[in-house]
């Protein structure tokens, strides 16, 4: 084992004293400063562009100008923003009260319904009707139809007084005939 | 001796003093580049990229202790590159022929060295089954003489890791000399 350390030691020592020597460090001083001369051409033509467009952002008043500009520009985003944030709450509130009116609209429908519903069961036994949409619609319809019409004898009896006492004369004499009952 | 005035001076764009600093450091690079990569022209062109990348990033250096490090830090990156383009051109080394002059050179006692195809050769000889990670370890460790932490700057690598390839990187060494030495 000495002697392998002894043998790899040697070898190290070696090759440390056998440092690598640049025989030629003009050529690549030379070379180096022809690249990076041509280098610093076309990186002057880009500086040149570039200072030319965006060299007066490096003037302290604009600079502190654009600071101030871009501020104000976030306070107002920011104001904006709250605006159309309350808006949006606003026209969603809106959209729920016009909901309201339509669920209220179709409740009246169907409250109608159940009233016709509810009256014409009386009639039946409990839990023995059965009644599409379609015959409800239906029904409905002559409901309201019979309520135009009624509407329309009531006006023809108060345009015609003979009419409404001869018709007044006939209602008591049936309410008398059923209290007689 | 590379000083920070140095540097600074080259900032300007100072070519005459770039050339300076270019004359005192490619040594170190080249130094490093060969023991690598067993080339001279590729040594050579990596030292010269190296300058240019150098140029290039002047205004990043803060002191002369880090100008070091960064330069071998650029050289190795480069070098990495170069030895993972090579992995697909496979070298053929002689290696009868290598130790033999090893032999001859441990001999001849300690006042002997290698001239540098020689250093390329026996190096090429001991690191050939050595990964680029251990190869760079062992090459600044035990050749360049440079400090754990030095390494760890110019790698990457951290201290244990440095630790480990480098063990692994001996052992092979000493285990090729004890075969063939």
Redesign the interface.
Known sequence: MLQ??E??D?????????????D??EN??N???K???N??HSDRMLNEVFDFLFGWIYIGWVRRCLIVASIALVLVFAYQQAIILRRIDYLSRQTIISGKENTNTHADEMEKMLVVLRNAGRRFPSNSITISEKQMKELLESVNELQLKYKDLENMIESDPELKKMIQKKLMENNRIKINL | MIDIELIEECRGGNFNNFRKLVELTSPLAYSVAFRMLGNEDQAKDIVQETMVTIWQKLNKIKSAEGYKSWIYKIVVNKCYDEMRKRKRIPEFVTDELAWKLISNKISEGPSAALEDNETSMVIALLTDKLSPKQKAVFILSDLEEMSNDGISEITGLSKSTIKANLYHARKSISEKIEKYL
Request: charged share 35%.
């Open positions: 392998e350390n043998k790899y040697k070898v190290l020592y070696l090759l440390k004293k056998s440092k690598p020597l640049l030629s460090s690549i001083e070379e180096v400063i690249r990076i001369k280098i610093g």
